[in-house]
């Protein structure tokens, strides 16, 4: 069952005086959503950061969409974290992801909102799912063990979002985006993705004089690294045009083992030490590449190449992270 829409005149991007949901804005992906909408003309954003509203609060959520009754809604708010975070608080990668997107798909549908997009991950793919991944393969094998919990809530809120779709024709969209990185990316040095756990790692150990970075597992494991930039695209992209019943993957279509992905940030940071891999640690799913051929079809391209990006990122890094904590 695909629809694409076709109509321009009813299509999210000729709607820009429209109101605009964005939960999670302070985050990754929230806050590139923002970013892309703001340049896109965009005039009337709603945001609410979480001291206003509790996401997994199930009545505040109700009682915040009737009163703001917002027309499109990008679900970007979750709790996120890497490999290590993951696998040490299974309960709330589980608990707090299943409740914050019930209520907000049930409450924007039950306010009349027009149209909502959901974020998943690549998670959701089965451990050793065929390479690259298409959106078929999803619940056709065991998950990786790491990260099965958040999986399983996001495979729920795809399946919830195609649920509502075909009871009640509700239009909403799922988006399974690749590894992100970019602004606003959580540096935590144990509860982070690698790309900013590496960049925090290699600066700090240059700026204290080390001779060795620890970077973890074998480097083998292979990751699709894409610009959260790129994705603020191609979600806006898929809000225009997409409305089909499955979910759509969306990434850079290139890979690289975390030993190239350790190599390239040490270059980039300028480090000069030794990287020294702790195999004790989990490498997770050894290859997670997705099949991009749907966004393609459609007609999204990404644009940002990961040395680019990480340049990039390591510059906003330096300029809002570190220099903010030197003041
Ligand atoms: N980062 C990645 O590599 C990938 C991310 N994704 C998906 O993209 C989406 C966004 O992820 P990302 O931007 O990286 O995550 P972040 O952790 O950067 O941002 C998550 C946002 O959700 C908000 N939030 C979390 N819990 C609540 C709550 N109870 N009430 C209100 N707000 C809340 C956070 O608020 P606060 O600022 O207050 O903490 C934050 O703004 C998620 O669905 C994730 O699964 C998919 C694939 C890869
Ligand atoms: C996007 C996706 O992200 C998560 O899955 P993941 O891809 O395994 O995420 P990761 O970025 O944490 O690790 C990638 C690889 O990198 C290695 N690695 C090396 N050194 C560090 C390091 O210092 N930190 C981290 N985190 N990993 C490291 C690490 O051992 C692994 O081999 C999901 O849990 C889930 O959140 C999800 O959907």
Redo the contacts with the bound molecule.
């Keep these: 069952m695909e629809e694409i829409s076709s109509s321009s005149t009813d299509s999210f991007l000729s709607d820009k005086s429209a109101k605009v949901f964005i939960?999670?804005?302070?985050?990754?992906?929230?806050?590139a959503i923002h970013r892309r909408l703001l340049l896109l003309g965009f005039t009337d954003l709603l945001l609410?950061?979480?001291?206003d509203?509790?996401?997994?609060d199930q009545s505040a959520v109700d009682s915040f969409f009737l009163q703001h009754s917002p027309r499109y809604v990008f679900?970007?708010?979750?709790?996120?974290?890497g490999i290590h975070a993951n696998s040490t608080f299974p309960a709330d990668f589980i608990s707090?992801?299943l409740?914050?997107q019930t209520n907000v798909i049930l409450s924007s549908f039950r306010s009349g909102v027009k149209k909502l997009l959901f974020?998943?991950?690549?998670?959701i793919y089965p451990k050793l799912a065929p390479q690259p991944i298409p959106e078929s393969a999803l619940l056709t094998g065991p998950l990786e063990p790491t990260n099965e919990w958040?999986a399983v809530a996001?495979i729920a809120g795809i399946k919830t979002c195609q649920a509502f779709k075909i009871q009640h024709g509700f239009d909403a969209v799922s988006a399974?985006?690749?590894?992100?990185?970019g602004p606003?990316?959580?540096f935590h040095p144990d509860n982070s993705?690698v790309l900013p756990a590496l960049v925090r790692r290699f600066h700090e150990a240059k700026a204290s004089g080390a001779k060795e970075v620890v970077v973890w597992g074998t480097g083998s494991a292979l990751r699709e690294f894409l610009h959260?930039d790129d994705l603020a695209d191609g979600l806006v992209f898929l809000m225009d045009r997409y409305s089909g019943l499955e979910h759509v993957n969306v990434g850079s279509g290139k890979e690289v083992s975390i030993k190239e992905l350790a190599e390239m940030v040490k270059e980039v940071v300028g480090f000069e030490g030794e990287l020294v891999w702790d195999r004790t640690k989990p490498d997770g799913t050894p290859r997670k590449l997705m099949d991009g051929s749907r966004m393609a079809e459609i007609g999204w391209a990404p644009r940002i190449g990961l040395r680019e990006g990480l340049e990039e990122t390591y510059k906003w890094y330096v300029e809002n992270v570190i220099r903010r904590q030197q003041e």
């Design positions: 939960a999670g804005h302070r985050g990754l992906v929230g806050s609410a950061s979480r001291s509203l509790d996401l997994t679900l970007a708010a979750a709790k996120v974290g707090v992801n409740q914050i974020l998943g991950s690549s998670c958040y996001k399974m985006p690749t590894n992100l990185y606003n990316d959580n993705h959260v």
